[in-house]
């Protein structure tokens, strides 16, 4: 007899389930009489395991789960002088903005600000909101920027190591350094090790890194009482090995008690604050039984086989309670696949297999218009030739022709011989239209781009979208959009003049190689918008001044750092010195929604990324 179950659970949303029972668990499920485990589980709460026994009556059993409580977090606010400064947590993965919520606990905010020198607060957080007020110092005017600043770690407590990951340079107090991006790496036997990015601009920089000790979890001991007493425990995922009154830090742990015989079993063990001990009952296993099972085949000596079951058939084989697919084979009969039930004893089955019907064959010719076309049978070894011999079935007929499309068709040999005749269509040449662009200047370069098409004055193209660009010396580029439909298209295209920084060269002596005194300064007319715009305020300071390669690097580092272009140059000199500078795009990163700067590049980087001057 059976009798039924029922787990009152609070919250009620929370999942039930039968570790120990192929039964799925529902309200008011019936079971036999015996030992069975419950799991409670639901997110957001402690998951609970019950031990429910069921004699001779029904069972409802109340389970009520403990929620997790969730740790604290207070708000953060940094008032920055000026109030437009740049606010950053640096060793967090927290984004910063005002009243941002922290776990308590020791964080260091960067405040930074063009025209002020960047200034590193550490801030503690214990049981309450945060303001700290931060007021960042001006720059002073220095008549030349050098070409390295001093970096300072001020390392909290003071025989702290430091090191610098992604430099070559040992870190020494005040190392000197080029501008760009650097990451500190402080750590010390004890404390927690903190990797801290800092970026190097335009002026030494200190920064303050104070190192939060390492705390070391109690432990507790864990006792597993097993019944039988005998059985082998062990901690699941951990590496920790069990052995009774095994010392553990705080924590859940999955507990795997199993012994021959019986159902292993898994109960998670919790460690909070003192010794625990955790109570395994396993399930004994109950003996099974088996019957002989004999198939008697016609004809005599038919191969038998068990499907789904590692057991070989023989005539009796012995066999557990349970269903059975028995599969009898002969070559020229057809194969049987026959279901078996046994239940309480022995089992005799009889299987007559039905001979084979011998194959017929039947001719298959294919007429096709135009005669002469290939013809190719699908999805068969056969090879197609006229009056092929083929058996009933369905067959897929392939006719191709060159200037004909290609046509697939169904032919089915039920009873005799057929004949499929099968007309291809001819194929529709596309219709051509001519485009022309008119442009201004009338000896600009038209070149149709991501086609293979290549451009002259009323080139035929079949209807499409196209994308048409026109380049001219002196002059943007400007690239245009022309759909052609049904007709002939002209398109006006006139070009604009680039924008150019020029000076009238002194007389002066001339510059030695590798010099060159820049007269104008012209982009490139890949450079548009707000990159045209930073082109010309970084390097319309460089007319009337004498370069090298050098000063074009250090000027096009800063503008990949606030661009993310990689620039290259052309420098066209005349015989006195005097030069025009012309620069281009030669890559382009641009800032994801995630990020607010671009990857740092050091000096060898940015050449290798494609920087470089070409004179002419």
Not at 180 to 207: L, M
Not at 539 to 544: I, L, M, P
């Amino acid at each position: 007899s059976q009798y039924r179950l029922t787990v009152l659970v609070d919250p009620p949303q929370a999942a039930v389930r039968l570790l120990n029972s192929r039964t799925p668990y529902q309200a008011g499920v019936q079971l036999p009489p015996g030992e069975y485990q419950i799991e409670v589980t639901l997110d957001g709460y402690e998951s609970s395991r019950i031990p429910v026994r069921i004699v001779n009556s029904d069972v409802m059993l109340p389970a009520s789960l403990k929620k997790i409580e969730q740790p604290p977090a207070y708000r953060l606010t940094v008032q920055p002088d000026p109030a437009t400064a740049q606010v950053r947590l640096v060793d967090s993965s927290a984004v910063y903005q005002p009243g941002v919520r922290l776990a308590p606990g020791r964080y260091t905010v960067e405040v930074t600000q063009s025209g002020y020198e960047p200034a590193w607060v550490t801030v503690q957080i214990v049981d309450s909101d945060v303001m700290a007020p931060v007021k960042l110092a001006r720059k002073p005017e220095k008549p030349a920027e050098p070409s390295s600043y001093r970096l300072t770690v001020r390392a909290d407590p003071a025989d702290a190591r430091i090191r610098l990951l992604n430099a070559k340079p040992a870190y020494q107090p005040g190392v000197a350094l080029a501008p760009g991006n650097y990451t500190v790496e402080v750590s010390r036997p004890g404390y927690e090790t903190k990797q801290i990015p800092v970026r190097i601009a335009d002026s030494d920089v200190t920064v303050p890194v104070a190192l939060v000790k390492e705390v070391k979890p109690e432990q507790y001991r864990l006792t597993v009482r097993t019944d039988p007493a005998n059985a082998r425990v062990r901690l699941v995922g951990a590496k920790t090995a069990y052995k009774p009154g095994v010392s553990l830090p705080p924590g859940a742990y999955t507990v795997e008690v199993s012994q021959p015989g019986y159902e292993s079993q898994r109960a998670t063990a919790r460690i909070v604050d003192g010794d625990a001990t955790l109570t395994v009952t396993l399930v004994k296993l109950p003996e099974p039984t088996q019957y002989r099972l004999t198939v008697q085949t016609d004809p005599p000596g038919a191969q038998v086989r068990l499907r789904g079951t590692k057991a070989g058939y023989r005539p009796g084989v012995s066999l557990a309670p349970g269903s059975y697919t028995v599969e009898v084979s002969r070559p020229g009969y057809e194969t049987k696949q026959v279901p078996v039930r046994i239940v309480d004893g022995d089992a005799t089955i009889s299987v007559t297999l039905i001979r084979e019907p011998e194959p017929t064959q039947y001719r298959l010719t294919v007429q096709t218009d135009p005669p002469g076309a290939q013809v190719r049978l699908r999805g068969t070894k056969t090879g197609y030739r006229p009056g092929v011999m083929l058996a009933p079935g369905s067959y897929t007929v392939e006719v191709s022709q060159t200037g004909y499309e290609t046509k697939q068709v169904t032919a089915r040999i039920s009873d005799g011989d057929v004949t499929l005749p099968v007309t291809l269509t001819r194929q529709v040449e596309p219709t051509q239209y001519r485009l022309t662009v008119r442009a201004n200047p009338t000896d600009a370069r038209v070149r149709l781009v991501n086609s293979s098409f290549t451009y002259r004055p009323g080139v035929p193209l079949p209807p499409g979208n196209y994308v048409v660009e026109v380049t001219g010396r002196g002059y943007e580029t400007k690239r245009e959009s022309v759909r052609i439909s049904d007709g002939d298209v002209t398109l006006p295209v006139e070009l604009e003049r680039s924008a150019v920084a020029t000076v009238t060269p002194p007389a002066s002596t001339p510059t030695r190689a590798g010099e060159w005194r820049i007269t104008a300064v012209r982009p490139d007319g890949s450079l548009d918008g707000p990159d045209r715009s930073e082109f010309m305020r970084i390097f319309g300071g460089y007319v009337g001044r004498t370069v090298t390669r050098d000063t074009l690097l250090d000027g096009a580092l800063r503008f990949y750092q606030s661009t993310g272009v990689t620039l290259g140059f052309a420098v066209r000199a005349s015989g006195s010195g005097a030069a025009e500078l012309s620069g281009r795009v030669v890559r382009r990163v641009r800032r994801t929604y995630e990020t607010t700067t671009y990857p740092s590049m050091t000096r060898s980087q940015l050449e290798n990324a494609g920087f470089g001057v070409s004179v002419q």
